[in-house]
């Protein structure tokens, strides 16, 4: 009789066991579930590329959430389609600027900025064998100019009255004008080099960038979305590691990747450790 007693106790030894740590393990999984961030293909910045195999801002956001231990998966849509899942609430993060949202969302949305980005004029020297130049936004009124459909520079070139000719992809930008369509065209700097080099191989060397006047400059940022009833759980996680990975040397391994060793720009150092110092 007295060993039965003990093999029940002990068998509720082992179920209180268990449920403690059933109950840890479901706790750790609320703790792991996976953030969505929503993004639009722009390599190397967003996307799969030669250089990265998810993009220069991807990594700094999946490095800043991962060192406070939330995981991300990252959905890629059209900008479009990401910009109105962001403004019907269905999504908490989004990597973009938010100029290119209806102001009355614009309101809601907090950007926290991780480099600059310049968005440069890029042309065919056969179309233009004198080369091009202009000092003022004012003073492409009479091209046509490539730009991503709903991303920033379409939105500055309808600001400023500009013949934009909005494409549905990145590469579309460059296809297009290779194909004659349009003028000039608009990318980011990191995105030039690249996407002439690869899709175009050796005729990359047909083309020229013009450095001099920026179409655009902005801050390349993460967006997150205060009317999302997650915001207050993720936004001091997202602080909390953009001030690690500014700590642990990882912000800067990431850009030299991409400027290389030594090369950050000054003003891009400066944007990221002012804006960590008030977190």
């Given at each position: 009789?007295?060993?039965?007693?003990?093999?029940?106790?002990?068998?509720?030894?082992?179920?209180?066991?268990?449920?403690?740590?059933?109950?840890?393990?479901?706790?750790?999984?609320?703790d792991e579930k996976?953030?969505?961030?929503?993004?639009?293909?722009?390599?190397?910045?967003?996307?799969?590329?030669?250089?990265?195999?998810?993009?220069?801002?991807?990594?700094?956001?999946?490095?800043?959430?991962?060192?406070?231990?939330?995981?991300?998966?990252?959905?890629?849509?059209?900008?479009?389609?990401?910009?109105?899942?962001?403004?019907?609430?269905?999504?908490?993060?989004?990597?973009?600027?938010?100029?290119?949202?209806?102001?009355?969302?614009?309101?809601?949305?907090?950007?926290?900025?991780?480099?600059?980005?310049?968005?440069?004029?890029?042309?065919?020297?056969?179309?233009?064998?004198?080369?091009?130049?202009?000092?003022?936004?004012?003073?492409?009124?009479?091209?046509?100019?490539?730009?991503?459909?709903?991303?920033?520079?379409?939105?500055?070139?309808?600001?400023?009255?500009?013949?934009?000719?909005?494409?549905?992809?990145?590469e579309f930008i460059?296809?297009?004008?290779?194909?004659?369509?349009?003028?000039?065209?608009?990318?980011?700097?990191?995105?030039?080099?690249?996407?002439?080099?690869?899709?175009?191989?050796?005729?990359?060397?047909?083309?020229?960038?013009?450095?001099?006047?920026?179409?655009?400059?902005i801050n390349s940022?993460?967006?997150?979305?205060?009317?999302?009833?997650?915001?207050?759980?993720?936004?001091?996680?997202?602080?909390?590691?953009?001030?690690?990975?500014?700590?642990?040397?990882?912000?800067?391994?990431?850009?030299?990747?991409?400027?290389?060793?030594?090369?950050?720009?000054?003003?891009?150092?400066?944007?990221?450790?002012?804006?960590?110092?008030?977190?």
């Open positions: 009789m007295c060993s039965m007693k003990r093999f029940r106790n002990a068998i509720v030894g082992i179920i209180v066991v268990l449920g403690v740590v059933s109950m840890g393990t479901a706790l750790w999984a609320a996976l953030l969505e961030v929503l993004a639009f293909k722009y390599p190397p910045v967003m996307g799969e590329s030669s250089i990265s195999k998810e993009g220069i801002l991807v990594e700094l956001v999946r490095a800043a959430f991962e060192s406070q231990g939330v995981p991300i998966t990252v959905t890629y849509l059209p900008v479009r389609r990401a910009i109105e899942q962001v403004s019907a609430n269905e999504s908490l993060a989004y990597l973009g600027v938010k100029n290119t949202f209806a102001p009355d969302i614009q309101a809601h949305l907090h950007e926290y900025p991780l480099f600059v980005s310049r968005f440069l004029v890029f042309y065919r020297k056969d179309r233009f064998p004198q080369g091009f130049a202009y000092q003022k936004l004012s003073d492409l009124k009479d091209y046509q100019i490539g730009v991503l459909g709903g991303g920033t520079t379409d939105v500055i070139g309808k600001e400023n009255h500009l013949n934009v000719d909005p494409a549905n992809g990145l460059f296809k297009k004008l290779d194909g004659g369509r349009d003028d000039i065209g608009v990318a980011s700097e990191f995105s030039i080099e690249l996407m002439l080099r690869d899709l175009f191989k050796e005729r990359a060397a047909e083309y020229e960038v013009y450095q001099d006047v920026p179409f655009h400059q940022v993460i967006n997150l979305n205060d009317r999302h009833p997650d915001f207050a759980y993720y936004e001091p996680k997202l602080k909390a590691g953009m001030k690690a990975i500014a700590s642990n040397g990882e912000w800067q391994r990431i850009l030299e990747q991409f400027y290389g060793s030594g090369n950050i720009p000054a003003m891009t150092k400066e944007l990221f450790e002012s804006a960590v110092a008030t977190y």
